[in-house]
């Protein structure tokens, strides 16, 4: 484990080196959740695989001991210092995706563009609040880079729809993807394996 000193506050990062120096992928958990997701266990596992490193990354309140997640924007600035930090040591020089679950998956697309992301990897997006707020599309579709996203076909908050540059994969399940670990593996290994083709 690394820890990581953030703005706002220590965040902690669990690497899974590859070692084969093909690429990174960089994921962070949802809001009441932790890196031991079984969704983020089979992509890491997946990841590896192919020879890409990842980095399984543990927001500075979780890391407190909090569940409940701060404000986007604290979120969004201990991501970027993170990522920017791994990418300045650890995964220095290799193409970059970024990712996650629910909350983290959202974090990554609110900041692929800030942080070059080549691709951006979600699972479990958390398209409609069930609060009735406004849907969370526009996160998204701001990504102007490859996105996967890998959602349960019962998910309460719904399923993207797919679009130029966004692949979406429905698996057995809900939002907590725990349902089919096979096939959430398969789908990132194959479009990681497409991704760092073209890269």
């Not at 409940?68 to 991501?79: E, G, K, Q």
């Amino acid at each position: 484990m690394i820890d990581v000193e953030t703005s706002v506050g220590t965040a902690r990062v669990h690497l899974h080196a590859a070692g084969s120096g093909k690429g990174a992928l960089v994921l962070g958990h949802g809001a009441g959740g932790g890196v031991q997701a079984p969704d983020l266990v089979a992509v890491t596992r997946a990841a590896v695989e192919l020879g890409i490193d990842v980095a399984l990354v543990e927001q500075p309140y979780r890391v407190l001991g909090r569940r409940s997640p701060p404000p986007a924007p604290r979120l969004d600035t201990a991501w970027t210092e993170v990522v920017e930090r791994l990418r300045a040591e650890e995964l220095a020089g290799l193409p970059l995706v970024a990712g996650g679950r629910s909350s983290g998956a959202r974090v990554a697309c609110r900041t692929a563009g800030l942080l070059r992301a080549a691709g951006v990897l979600c699972l479990a997006f958390p398209l409609e609040p069930p609060s009735g707020r406004a849907s969370r599309l526009a996160e998204l579709e701001a990504v102007e880079v490859p996105v996967l996203v890998v959602q349960g076909e019962h998910d309460r908050f719904g399923i993207p729809p797919p679009a130029p540059g966004r692949s979406v994969v429905v698996v057995g399940g809900d939002h907590a993807l725990r349902k089919d670990a096979g096939a959430i593996a398969a789908a990132a290994r194959d479009w990681l394996r497409e991704l760092f083709a073209a890269a």
